[in-house]
C-alpha cells in the first residue's frame, strides 16, 4: 500500500509540474503571438505613414537614436524623415510602398523583422513620365523599450529593378544611358536619382552581397543581445 501511494504521489506531481509547463507554454506562446502582431502593424505603418506623409508618425515608429539605410539616405531616422519632408514638398515624385507579409523573430525584448517590399515611384522625364519599380527586403533590429516594440535600425536590401513607360509607347534610348556605372539591383533607380540630384548611398546593400550576409550576422547577434 505504501508503495501504490507514493506512486500516486509521484504521478500527482509530474501531472502537476506539467500542467505548469503547459500553462508557461502557453503564455509565453500568447506573448510571441502579440509581439510579432506589433511588430507586423509597425512595419505595416511605417509603409503607410511614409507613402501619405505623416511625418511625425513616420518618426515615432522608431527609438531615440534608431538609423535608416537605404539607396538614397543612410543615417538617424530624424534626419530621414526631414530629407523625405523636403523630397516631397518638391513635387517630382509619387512614392508608394506595398509590404508582404514579415518574417518575426523574437527573443525576450529585441527582435528582428524581415520583409519583403516593392517601392514604386512616378517622377517625369525630359521624353515624359516613368514608373520605376524596385524590389527589396526591409530587415529591421527591433527592440521593446516601456511596453512598447519600436525600430532601432533599419537596412534596406536591394534585388531588382525596372523601369516602364506611362504617357508614351515606349522609353527612349537615353532612358538607357549610363546604366553601367550603377549595380544592376537597382540601376534604374539609381540613374533616376542622379537625374534629380540624389546621389546613391556608399553603404547601399545587394542582395546576395557579403554586406547582406554581415547585415543577417548582426540581425543574430541582436536577438542573442550583442
Not at 546621389?199 to 547577434?221: H, W
Request: overall charge negative; charged content about 25%.
Amino acid at each position: 500500500m505504501k508503495n501504490i501511494v507514493v506512486a500516486l504521489a509521484a504521478l500527482f506531481a509530474f501531472l502537476a509540474a506539467s500542467a505548469v509547463t503547459r500553462a508557461d507554454a502557453s503564455r509565453e506562446g500568447i506573448e510571441d503571438m502579440m509581439a510579432k502582431a506589433e511588430i507586423a502593424a509597425l512595419v505595416n505603418n511605417w509603409g503607410f505613414y511614409r507613402d501619405q506623409e505623416r511625418w511625425g508618425e513616420l518618426s515615432s515608429v522608431f527609438h531615440p537614436g534608431g538609423t535608416i539605410s537605404i539607396s538614397w539616405y543612410d543615417g538617424p531616422h530624424e534626419g530621414f524623415v526631414e530629407a523625405s519632408r523636403m523630397i516631397a514638398a518638391n513635387g517630382s515624385a509619387l512614392l508608394k510602398h506595398q509590404f508582404g507579409v514579415p518574417s518575426i523573430r523574437v527573443e525576450g525584448t529585441r527582435a528582428v523583422s524581415e520583409v519583403n517590399v516593392v517601392i514604386m515611384v512616378r517622377s517625369s522625364a525630359p521624353a515624359g513620365t516613368v514608373d520605376t519599380t524596385s524590389h527589396a527586403r526591409f530587415l529591421d533590429l527591433l527592440e521593446r523599450r516601456d511596453g512598447s516594440w519600436k525600430i532601432q535600425k533599419r537596412v534596406a536590401v536591394y534585388e531588382k529593378d525596372r523601369i516602364d513607360p506611362v504617357d508614351m509607347p515606349a522609353l527612349p534610348a537615353a532612358a538607357f544611358e549610363g546604366l553601367d556605372e550603377f549595380p544592376k539591383e537597382l540601376r534604374f533607380l539609381a540613374a533616376n536619382m542622379k537625374k534629380a540630384g540624389i546621389e546613391l548611398s556608399k553603404t547601399v546593400v545587394l542582395d546576395k552581397s557579403p554586406e547582406a550576409a554581415t547585415l543577417y550576422e548582426e540581425g543574430d547577434a541582436w536577438l542573442g543581445g550583442a
